[in-house]
């Protein structure tokens, strides 16, 4: 065979490998939607307007402390682990696993830190029960050390997707039975709360003994004392990886604060109306998290292991994917959202279409610059894409404080709509100029970050 027909086949190879990962993504978060919609249904009318309102401002405390304290590891394990996999070279992959796992540990016990001081003396500017504090900080603590971000890294950086849907597959599962067993006993937030960080803990346990058992050569204990030798035999990793956890931050910051921001400036019941909202606009919008698994994965493989013409074909193919299924979802959102709030949390919950429409919105934006992050990472740019979810933030943010006091929850989300706009044309120029000069030099090198 030619080389004319191996550079024309290959970039095939790698689409279809991404697509195959995200049809096994696309199969189970098929599942976990279905789960999901039922059990939010059960909680919505077990709890009410007011309580889901209490629990929406929990969980949605602890999701960006696990944002925040988490430091998003799983993006370095796939970042700099492909190439370690791609060469057996299994020590360096498990030093490299185990450093991720030391941070995890170190994130979590700040998070613990912030959870005291959130709830112990911020408990009324997010309108929290005080009966609920107690109750409240144990899950966020709970959810804190259910530890999945380095095991993810793993069973993605090794292409194990099909594995990975079957150990997400648990929550949603779990949940939907554990929601229908408390509802049918005699509902309550606590026991709710009790069900969801037992179960996260579950799945914790459950995604590092599969870890284990798909790379037993590099998930060791013994690596674990000489895990900082890692930062040595991953040039640019620190660099990378003070980035990167910046960007989560950012991204945590514009993803859960706004729900925040509706306790506090609304009230509970606004917040559980935009919770719900959220979650279903997630829910509508689950290709856009699905296609950026499989597109950082796959992406920082073809970095390694492709040459710059097929990189570059393959991340155009995902972008032009994705802004396909964003005009879908908006379409469906903008058809039949209002009536899908209704029945999942009765018609008191009807009003959140006019806060789900933009949530929507945002998440297809979202979704048609998903491969623009992967392609700054994977051509050592990760700063840039800082600065893009800087000023994506900053421009919400700016928009948040001019409209938060005339329009309520519904300003709130329709700034975020504002930020998404800027930050994704600022990160697709850059992914763009990333692009043409992967044209002229060659990704494989080891790249400055």
Known sequence: MDDSVVTHDQPRSLMARMLTNVAWLIGGKGFGAVCSLAYLAILTRSLGLKDFGHFALIFG????????????????????????????????????SMMSFVFDVFGALAGCLVAYVAFYHFAAELSLNPRLIDTAFWFNVAALWALVSTPTGIVRALDRFDVAVYVEALVPALRLIAAGVIAFAGPSLALFLVAWAVIDLIEAAVYWIVARRLSPQAIRLKYLP???????????????FGITYLGATLDAIFKHG???????????????????????????????????RAAYAQIARASVASAADEFRRLAAQTTKLAAIGG???????????????????????????????????????????????????????????????????????????????????????????????????????????????????????????
């Not at 304290?69 to 492909?82: D, E, I, L, P």
Request: proline share 2%; net charge positive.
């Open 61 to 96: 405390t602890s999701q960006a402390l696990i944002a925040l304290a988490g430091f998003q590891t799983w993006r370095t394990v796939v970042r700099f682990g492909v190439k370690h996999i791609h060469t057996e070279n299994w020590g360096a992959f498990g030093r490299l």
């Open 226 to 240: 000489t895990a900082f030798r890692a930062r040595h035999e991953n040039p640019g990793l620190v660099h990378f």
């Open 258 to 292: 706004p729900l925040l921001a509706v306790g506090y400036f609304v009230g509970t019941s606004a917040a559980g109306l935009y919770r719900l909202a959220h979650q279903l606009a997630q829910g509508l919008s689950k290709l856009s998290a699905l296609l950026s």
């Open 327 to 449: 005009a879908i979802v908006v379409v469906a959102a903008a058809t039949i959202g209002g009536q899908i709030l209704a029945l999942l949390g009765g018609e008191e919950f009807r009003n959140g279409y006019t806060i789900l429409l933009p949530l929507v919105i945002v998440s297809s934006i979202e979704l048609a610059g998903v491969a623009f992050e992967p392609v700054l990472h994977s051509t050592g740019r990760a700063r840039l894409s800082l600065i893009a979810r800087a000023i994506t933030v900053a421009t919400a943010a700016i928009c948040l404080s001019l409209v938060v006091n005339t329009y309520a929850e519904q300003g709130i989300a329709w700034s975020l709509v504002v930020g998404a706009t800027v930050g994704y044309l600022v990160m697709g120029a850059m992914a763009f100029v990333a692009l043409r000069r992967a044209h002229s030099i060659d990704i494989h090198a080891d790249p400055e970050i």
